[in-house]
């Protein structure tokens, strides 16, 4: 599937439509989601045009995914949320795919963290 320019995320990076910042580099951005799912949760996303977690690990330049993993643990302790910085923890995840229901086709992690998340997966 190519990549489609028009998603909501895509844009999020021309600046179509407004985020909640809360860090950018030259490689990710990280804005608050819309609907949160815990006190604290964030989304960080590559600036380039992948769709997926699939997509990002087959097709980017080390160095993106490098500089992209390294943003979402900036974002973690900027947050503070980070145990190193005195946090509580955190839980980051892609969904990727169907079964995961992925709804945005720009590749995102997502950082949740403000209370106890519970436990790893909830039985369909
Ligand atoms: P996922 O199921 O992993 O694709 O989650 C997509 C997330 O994106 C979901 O938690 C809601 C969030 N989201 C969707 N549209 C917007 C938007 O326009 N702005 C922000 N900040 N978040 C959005």
């Known amino acids: 599937m190519a ?3 028009e ?10 439509i407004p985020c909640d910042k809360v860090y950018e580099d030259g490689t990710a951005l990280a804005f608050r ?7 604290v949760h964030v ?7 992948y769709e997926s977690m699939d ?8 160095a993106e995914i490098a500089g992209f993993f ?25 969904n990727t795919g169907r079964d995961a229901h992925q709804e945005v086709p720009h590749f995102h992690v997502h950082i949740f963290a ?3 998340l519970g ?5 369909a």
Do not use: C, H, W
Not at 33 to 39: E, K, L, M, R, V
């Open 7 to 16: 998603n909501i995320f895509a844009k999020i990076l021309r600046e179509e």
């Open 114 to 116: 403000g209370r106890d």
């Open 43 to 49: 989304l960080v996303i590559p600036k380039g045009p």
């Open 55 to 62: 997509d990002f690990s087959e097709n980017a330049p080390d």
């Open 33 to 39: 989601d819309i609907n949160p799912q815990s006190p």
């Open 70 to 94: 390294r943003a979402v643990g900036t974002v973690a302790r900027q947050l503070g949320v980070a145990e190193a910085v005195g946090g509580d923890g955190y839980r980051f995840l892609a």
């Open 3 to 5: 990549y489609d320019p």
């Open 119 to 123: 436990g790893m997966i909830r039985r």
